[in-house]
């Protein structure tokens, strides 16, 4: 039998040394990031978090708030192969996952990887691409692995999709699907800025891109490590019960038609456990829970025609649940 990465046995725990080089690396990529997306630290962390949790990240505001600039500032902050993808309606899954060629010399077929073989992938309006398409996406996405024609093909590692997507504009889109939506760690909204750092924004902006000036702060070897460090973590069987509390509070609540999976659970253990290592910590506290439950949770709930109605937000619902739920008592 297989065993997924959180079910199988933790080689060695992580120590000190480990936990310093997620916070001296995390703190570096965070100043990197800074440096290019203007007033959005919060956001800028959670992305991180993501990264070294293993997770995929959806990046979902209106249009010109920086999404594809976060993506783009993740990837080139850390010395990786990244491929985009425009997502348009034309889009083939051959175009995602790859294709057989046949080769007239060698009288056999060859494969051509797609643009997911890569470490960073990055995913420019996810959403305009049709269904078939998307669906490219669903096996690499929770396996790191594509298959075609019958044969399988692992994909680099470490391996993340951070893919965009604008909630406003229905038109010629296509939603993700719940199984698509479920895979991804955490959604992010951007916002706009402050005015502060709109003015600041203008000033580094305006004459050049900061993000051509950026330099890798760490490689695939590097992130590697820091996320074998986050995995290691030690979260308690209280911590563990609480998250299971919360996800049971998402499938039991009259505002939700479909709460979260276990799947959910799962990604909201890894994020804590990044978050925490992130912090300098060797374990997880309730507190590294209810800071990301929200973004890791919102977006793979599905509302009640009641909570639509009334126009509730998924991420206000989580939070108000997370609230609600009873902390682990401190032993």
């Known amino acids: 039998m297989t065993l997924s990465r959180e079910s199988a046995p933790s080689a060695t725990p992580s120590t000190s040394a480990d936990l310093e080089d997620v916070v001296r690396v995390g ?70 996952t790859g294709v057989s060629i046949y080769n007239q010399e060698r009288h056999d077929f060859e494969f051509r990887p797609g643009a997911v073989f890569a470490n960073v992938v990055v995913g420019d309006e996810i959403n305009r691409a049709s269904p078939k398409a998307q669906s490219a996406l669903l096996e690499c996405m929770e396996e790191s692995q594509v298959t075609v024609d019958g044969h399988t093909y692992e994909l680099p590692h470490p391996f993340m999709i951070m893919a965009t997507q604008n909630p406003v504009e229905m038109e010629g889109t296509y939603p993700l699907p719940e199984a698509q939506r479920d895979r991804f760690m955490a959604r992010l909204s951007m916002g706009y800025p402050t005015a502060a750092a709109e003015v600041a924004m203008l000033d580094h902006h305006g ?13 695939a070897a590097g992130i590697g490590h820091l996320s074998h460090a986050v995995r290691t973590v030690h979260a308690s069987p209280a911590v563990r019960q609480y998250i299971v509390d919360i996800a049971a509070m998402t499938r039991t609540s009259s505002l939700i038609r479909l709460g979260a999976s276990p799947r959910a659970t799962l990604h909201l253990l890894r994020a804590s456990r990044s978050r925490a290592a992130l912090a300098g910590r060797d374990h997880v506290l309730p507190d590294d829970v209810q800071a990301i439950a929200p973004v890791v949770l919102a977006h793979r709930l599905l509302l009640s025609s009641e909570a639509q109605l009334a126009r509730r937000e998924p991420l206000e619902i989580v939070t108000e649940l997370v609230r609600r739920t009873r902390v682990p008592a401190a032993r």
């Open 27 to 96: 703190g570096a990529l965070a100043d990197a990031m800074n440096s290019v997306i203007e007033g959005k630290p919060d956001v800028v962390l959670t992305a991180i978090t993501a990264l070294l949790a293993e997770g995929h990240l959806l990046i979902e505001d209106v249009p010109g708030v920086g999404k594809t600039m976060l993506a783009k500032t993740l990837a080139r902050s850390i010395d990786l192969s990244v491929r985009r993808v425009q997502f348009t309606p034309d889009l083939l899954p051959s175009d995602i």
């Open 207 to 219: 004459a050049s891109s900061p993000i051509d000036r950026l330099r890798p702060v760490t490689d």
